[in-house]
Structure formats: structure tokens, C-alpha cells
């Protein structure tokens, strides 16, 4: 098998000419409406916006920064535009039970004016009640009511009186009470005179005196009963009174709800109440102004006829997209204030506050996943929410179970409205496999690609993309050697020459540094990208110097020219925030005698994650397939990261690996200015990786610094030329002629461009050629299995003449 030619440097990366492209500035272009190449998600979430039953709630999914809240919301806003706006919502007293205010729904624009209505009402309440209460014709009438008493209890009185004066007794008023005393001459008889009195008269005059106070007590026993008619007579004096008053100020607003049986009924009932509290206005006192009273910290009898608008949607012309960003519980159900009076937590229904829910209600709802999952019982709630279709407002200790306090129980409000969650892959498959609720309320996925395929009308549309985020941003026009060079830069971000990223986040901070970089320049063209792009890198490059210092300066070993045994470049890629870059490493292996035994190092030490320990044990099988496949595995190896102080994880050096275990088994030296990454099965085959260009490029930026000469290069996975979007210094190196990328398809090709021997195929007799690598190693393990066969059978010697010297 030969080894593969090294790849040309037209096939390092895909260039876009910006002839091709078939304008001259962006500002010919139009603005592009539709994301590119989300067709399935822009469905999805289309689907799920005409079912109005209920579950079909959506989770857009897909990483940060590809425009997914963007796209969400403009077709949330178009939906939401040929929809009718949602109702007023208005929480108002519950005369009967305080502690349950009701909920009043009006449609869009009625609730303020019914505010206002009522807080008018208020203001001229007071002045109506005392001008009624102090007219003429009330005085008059309560006077006679009065009257009629005082004139009951002296009737009463007299009759008791002149009985009593008919038996020579008087009957005396006095501020302790009534008394009798006996008359004699028409005077009081003094207490000595009276005890002077023969004992006979003595006695008639107090049987005279007993029998008079009893029916003076009989007299005033229906005392009681004529109060209680008297004020059932006054308070239907006052209810009228009240009522004549009161009933004009309701009956000029009744009209205007006519057609609201909620708002009458509660009217009707406010009008009832305010009647049958009357008195408590008429003692407030007259220096107070009525519209002081009246606002919303006014005085406690007034604010139980306020209204409280928790919602308004005046001036709203379509359903509402409502985006909230802190969606802890109280902000989505609402929330019951309080407030401290005399030491004490007091509360009623003007401190209810509306919350996401209610502002969305009748329209849509934009939730961030991840927010909502990290805020306490904000999930619950909005599940909750959603099976229910109703708006419980409570406090959270309440939905916990634990609260002891009493507190308001406002009627819920119906919910109708479709909620998106906005979040990453991870948590979308979390919920759905941990959550049975989740599938039910969220029925539709809407995912976004990160990726878009580079075929069809794509790249006129990444273009067209450019212009828009150029214009919103304020931003000079780009030429089209601008928008090749963003279009090479978003196929990089991709990593994949075929595809595109779509990371507009990213395109939009790229343009804006561009347009930096552009300066006084009438439009941001291709240098200005490219500067942007080297800017960008170069503030996030203090790591990857630092390592390449290490490196050059021989702290961290690593050979760019000669050969060595068992040893071989691997590449790696390391990722820390937004900075990605490609770092060489030492990987080397050991083989004596053994039992057939591949010893990762970095597995032994818990520091090799369970891919890569799976990379490293199919090295065991390709062995044991491959070579000498008729005796037994007889080596003990090892195989370890030399310098590497971290966690490894993956199996792209699993080839690196094979080739270092290859050369230790096979004795061959391998080139050391050459470096490998790819993984590979069992059969030899040699698998694609991930950050190919990361990994080249470390490896050539090392290289580079200490001298190129031509012998240096890297061996990919052939699987991952489509991947290459390789730097600007790469190709010009290659094309010279002094870097070169080979692409291996086989463990066989791979060595032998590493060795510069032949790595041999089994001929007729079953056997490799004789100097190949493959033929040097199977002689090798032979020799390693006949070994331990014979170190086996001297110990098998050796342990008979034990047993029989014992």
C-alpha cells in the first residue's frame, strides 16, 4: 500500500472569489428577513403558533448567539399582529370575604377608564353624603323620628305620675334616676316626718311608693323596643338618604358596562356596601380634603372601592410578546405586597401585582431556560400555570406548604397564552428524559442549527446577512472582498469547508471591530476583516504564546527534527472560553515481556477520561488481530502523555498512540518532525477528529519558530480534508514546499510516511515482507510469546523440583 502525496495547498481551504459574488458594496443589498438555513426550526415554531390547544408550547433549542431569540421573536411578533389584543385585568374588593378579592377582566383599554370612573365616584362620594345628610328636609325627618321617642318615654312617664299624685306621692327626676317620695300639703315630706308617722301609714305610703315604681318600671320596659324601632327608623332614614345620593353617582357609570355582567354585579355590590356603611363617612372628618381620601393611600374606607389595574393593555393594538428576563416565581405568577402598620404586616387587594404571566396573557411568552430552572419554584409554578390554564397568585412560602400567616386568596385568572423556552440542547434532552411533564406542556422542539449547509443560494444569503447586521449596527457598508473573507471565516467557525457558521452574534462582533479597523475608510473591505480577525486572536493568544515559549525554550520536551523510538508528536486542542488552540505533545511508549497487557498511564492515574481509555484498549485488539495471530499476546506496555498535567479526554491520538506502540514493538525509528492526530478502530482504519485546523496549525507555529526546512508536516485523517480552513501562513508554507499535510486513510499508510519504511501486506505465505514495519513487529511479539513460553516452562521446572524436594 502506498503512502498517500501530501495535499496541495488549493485543498488547505475553501476561497471564495469575490467576483463571485456579484456586487460591489452590501449597500446594494437588500436586508434578509428569514434566518438562514432554519427552515425546520422557523416550522416547528410556526406549527406551534396555529395549534391553539393546549401543550403546544415550544423549546427553541440550540446554542447561544445563531439568532434564536431574533428569529423567535420576529415571528412571535408577526403571529402576534394579526391577533386581537388581550383583556384589562383588574383585581377589586370581595365585600363579602376580604380575604378572597375578585377579578375583574375587561377588554383592552376599559380597565383604566373604570380606575378612573371609580376614583371620580370616590372624590364626590363624601361631598354628596354630607350634603345630603345636612339638608333640611333630613334634619326635619330625624327630628320627628326623635320627637316621636322622647314623646313615647313622657307619655309613659306622665301617666305613671299623675296615678302616683292621686295617692298623696311624687314622683321625683334626678340626674341618678327616677324616685318616689310621699306629698303632704303638696310638699316632700321630710325623712323625719316621714318617721314620725304612725306605723300604719308609714306602711301604706311605702306600699304605695313600691306599687307606683313598679309600674313606672313597667312603663319603661318597652323603653328597649321603642329605641331599636327608633334607629331602624333613622338607619332607614340614612339608607334612604344614602341611597338617593349614592345611587345617582353608580347610576352615572353603570351605563358604560353594560355589557360587563362582572363589573355591574361588582357596582352593584360596592353601591350596597358604601349604603350600608354610611355612618363610618359621615364621622370622617369635614377638614379632609374628599380627594385625598380617595387616592390609592387614602383612607382604609375608601380604598375598599378602589380599583386595582394589574394589567393594562390601552393603546395595545395586537396580542402582546412579552420577553422576561429575571423570571423568578413572584415575577411570572405575581405577587402579594405588604406593608407595616403599627409593628404588623398588613396587606388587601390593591398590593396584588401582576406578573409575566398576566402581561403575556392572550398572547406569548419568552422564557430563558436556564433562568428559569436556577430561579426557586419558578418551573413549578409555570407548569403548574400551564396544566391548570390558570394564574394562581400566592406567595412562595404558600406553594411550599409552609406558610401560617393568613393572606389573600385572589381568584385566579385564566391563562391563555403560548410560552417559548429559549435554551441550550443539554437541558432540552434533560427535561425530556427526566421530567414526565416537560413532553406534555412543551410538545414542540423548534432546533437551530449552528451549522448551515454552503450550497444553493446560501452564500448570497449570508451576504444579504452581512448588509442587515452591517445596517442595524450603524456600520459602514462592506465590499464584497469583506463578505468572502466573513464567508471563508464563518466556513472555519464551522469546521467544515461545505457549511456555514451561523453564529450571527459572532458576525456582528466580528463587522463591528472591522469597522474599527476600516477607520476613515468609506467601507470595511477585506484587509479590515483580516485585521479584525488578527486582533481578535491576538488578544485572546497570552496562553497560547505562553505554551509556545515553554515549548520553544525546551521546559516542555517536544522534537521537531531527528528520530526516536517509541516516541511521536501528538496534537491536542485546548479550550478555554472563546480562545481554541492546537498544543503538541510527547506521547511514548515501552514494550517488554508480559501478559498482554496495553497499559494507559494516564488511565491508571485517573486523569485519562473513559473515551480515551477506550482509544487505548482497541489498540489491544488491532494488535492481537493483526500480528501473529497464532500465539499469544506476550508484551506488557505502556503508553502515557509525557509532560501533561491535566485531565486528557477523546480519542483523536489513539492513532498517535498505535504509532508509538508500533515503533517500540517494531524497534523502527520515527521522524519526530512530523506530528499525528485521528483515532482509529480496531481494523486499522484511521477515523476523523475534531479542531483539525487548531491542531495543524500548533503543530506549525512551533515548527515555524525554530526554522521550517521542508520535513515537517502533519498526518490527518483523510475523512478530515473537508474540515480544512487552514490560516493564511499554512498555505503559503505548503505551497512552498516546507510544510506538508498528508491524509492517511490506515494506521498503514500513516507509518510508513512516519518511519519511511514499508509497513508491509501478508504475502501467499501468510508472512510480511521481510524489513517492513509490520514484518519487524509480528517477529517481535513472536519472540516476546516464545519467551514467556520458555520463561513459563522454566518456572514449571522449577516448582516440580520444589514439590519434590518437599
Not at 353624603?129 to 312617664?157: D, G, M, P, S, W
Amino acid at each position: 500500500m502506498a503512502a498517500p502525496d501530501p495535499l496541495p495547498a488549493h485543498a488547505l481551504a475553501w476561497c471564495c472569489p469575490p467576483e463571485s459574488l456579484g456586487f460591489e458594496t452590501t449597500a446594494e443589498l437588500s436586508d434578509l428577513e428569514d434566518p438562514i438555513g432554519q427552515e425546520r426550526a422557523v416550522e416547528a415554531l410556526r406549527y406551534a403558533l396555529a395549534n391553539r390547544r393546549p401543550g403546544y408550547n415550544v423549546y427553541a433549542l440550540g446554542p447561544e448567539g445563531i439568532g434564536k431569540h431574533t428569529t423567535v421573536r420576529r415571528i412571535l411578533e408577526a403571529r402576534a399582529a394579526t391577533e386581537p389584543p388581550p383583556f384589562d385585568y383588574c383585581y377589586v374588593s370581595n365585600f363579602k370575604d376580604p380575604r378572597a378579592p375578585k377579578l375583574l377582566r375587561l377588554p383592552a383599554g376599559r380597565g383604566p377608564r373604570l380606575e378612573t370612573d371609580m376614583r371620580r365616584l370616590l372624590t364626590d362620594l363624601l361631598p354628596a353624603l354630607r350634603n345630603a345628610f345636612e339638608n333640611e328636609e333630613y334634619r326635619t325627618r330625624r327630628q320627628v323620628i326623635e320627637e316621636e321617642l322622647k314623646e313615647r318615654q313622657e307619655r309613659a312617664i306622665a301617666e305613671v305620675e299623675e296615678e302616683a299624685k292621686r295617692h298623696g306621692v311624687a314622683l321625683i327626676r334626678s340626674p341618678m334616676g327616677f324616685a318616689f317620695a310621699p306629698v303632704a300639703d303638696g310638699r316632700i315630706v321630710t325623712p323625719e316626718i316621714f318617721q314620725a308617722l304612725p306605723d300604719s301609714i308609714r306602711r301604706q305610703i311605702e306600699e304605695t311608693v313600691e306599687r307606683m315604681q313598679k309600674k313606672l318600671r313597667d312603663a319603661l320596659a318597652n323603653a328597649p323596643r321603642w329605641m331599636k324601632e327608633t334607629r331602624e327608623k333613622i338607619k332607614a332614614l340614612n339608607d334612604e338618604t344614602a341611597a338617593f345620593a349614592v345611587n345617582y353617582l353608580f347610576d352615572t357609570i353603570k351605563p358604560n358596562y353594560t355589557d360587563l355582567p362582572d363589573v355591574v354585579e361588582f357596582l352593584e355590590a360596592a353601591r350596597k356596601d358604601i349604603i350600608e356603611h354610611v355612618e363610618a363617612f359621615l364621622q370622617l372628618p369635614e377638614q379632609v380634603s374628599p380627594a385625598a381620601l380617595a387616592l390609592e393611600d387614602g383612607h382604609p374606607l375608601f380604598r375598599r372601592y378602589r380599583i386595582n389595574l394589574v394589567v393594562d393593555n390601552t393603546g395595545r393594538s395586537c396580542a402582546p410578546v412579552i420577553q422576561e428576563d429575571d423570571p423568578t416565581f413572584e415575577r411570572l405568577v405575581g405577587r402579594i405586597e405588604h406593608r407595616a402598620e403599627m409593628g404588623a404586616l398588613v396587606t388587601d387587594f390593591l398590593m396584588i401585582r401582576a406578573g409575566a404571566l398576566h402581561r403575556a396573557n392572550g398572547g406569548y411568552l419568552i422564557l430563558d431556560a436556564r433562568k428559569l430552572l436556577t430561579r426557586p419554584l419558578a418551573y413549578e409554578a409555570l407548569k403548574r400555570a400551564l396544566t391548570t390554564r390558570e394564574i394562581r397568585i400566592e406567595s412562595p412560602l404558600a406553594a411550599l406548604g409552609v406558610l401560617g400567616t393568613q393572606t389573600l386568596e385572589p381568584e385566579p385568572a385564566p391563562l391563555d397564552l403560548k410560552v417559548v423556552l429559549l435554551g441550550e440542547r443539554l437541558l432540552y434532552y434533560l427535561l425530556v428524559e427526566f421530567d414526565p411533564e416537560f413532553a406534555r406542556l412543551f410538545k414542540i422542539p423548534a432546533d437551530f442549527d449552528e451549522r448551515v449547509s454552503r450550497d444553493g443560494d446560501k452564500v448570497s444569503l449570508f451576504a444579504r446577512l452581512v448588509a442587515t447586521v452591517a445596517r442595524r449596527e450603524g456600520l459602514k457598508p462592506v465590499r464584497a472582498c469583506g463578505v468572502a473573507r466573513l464567508l471563508e471565516h464563518a466556513a472555519r467557525r464551522a469546521e467544515d469547508r461545505e457549511k456555514l457558521s451561523s453564529e450571527v452574534e459572532h458576525l456582528a462582533d466580528v463587522l463591528r471591530e472591522a469597522d474599527f479597523q476600516a477607520g476613515t475608510a468609506p467601507v470595511i473591505d477585506g484587509d479590515a476583516v483580516r485585521r479584525a480577525l488578527d486582533a481578535r486572536d491576538r488578544r485572546l493568544g497570552r496562553l497560547r504564546e505562553r505554551v509556545l515559549e515553554e515549548i520553544t525554550a525546551g521546559t516542555i520536551q517536544i522534537a521537531t527534527s531527528g528520530t526516536a523510538i517509541g516516541q511521536v508528536n501528538g496534537l491536542s486542542v485546548i479550550q478555554l472560553g472563546d480562545l481554541t488552540f492546537g498544543r503538541p505533545s510527547r506521547i511514548t511508549a515501552r514494550v517488554r515481556m508480559g501478559g498482554g497487557q496495553v497499559i494507559d498511564i494516564e488511565r491508571e492515574v485517573k486523569l485519562g477520561g473513559p473515551i480515551h481509555s477506550k482509544g487505548v484498549l482497541i489498540l489491544s485488539g488491532f494488535l492481537a488481530a493483526t500480528f501473529a495471530p497464532d500465539v499469544p499476546l506476550s508484551l506488557s506496555a505502556t503508553l502515557v502523555f509525557e509532560q501533561s498535567y491535566g485531565g486528557i479526554e477523546g480519542d483523536s491520538a489513539s492513532s498517535t498512540e498505535l504509532y508509538a506502540l508500533l515503533s517500540a514493538i517494531a524497534e523502527v525509528p520515527i521522524r519526530q518532525s512530523l506530528a499525528v492526530t485521528g483515532s482509529v478502530d480496531q481494523y486499522g482504519n484511521v477515523q476523523a477528529i475534531g479542531g483539525v485546523n487548531e491542531k495543524i496549525e500548533g503543530f506549525f507555529d512551533l515548527c515555524a519558530s525554530r526554522g521550517l526546512d521542508g520535513s515537517h508536516g502533519v498526518l490527518i485523517p483523510a475523512a478530515n480534508v473537508r474540515h480544512l480552513m487552514l490560516h493564511e501562513r499554512v498555505r503559503d508554507a505548503v505551497a512552498k514546499g516546507l510544510f506538508a499535510i498528508y491524509p492517511v486513510r490506515t494506521i498503514a499508510e500513516g507509518i510508513e510516511i512516519l518511519t519511511g519504511l514499508p509497513a508491509g501486506e501478508r504475502g501467499p505465505d501468510g508472512l510480511f515482507p521481510e524489513g517492513s514495519v509490520f514484518r519487524r513487529a509480528e517477529d517481535r511479539l513472536r519472540a516476546l510469546a516464545e519467551k514467556r513460553r520458555a520463561f513459563g516452562a522454566r518456572e514449571g521446572e522449577a516448582g516440580e523440583k520444589g514439590e519434590k524436594e518437599a
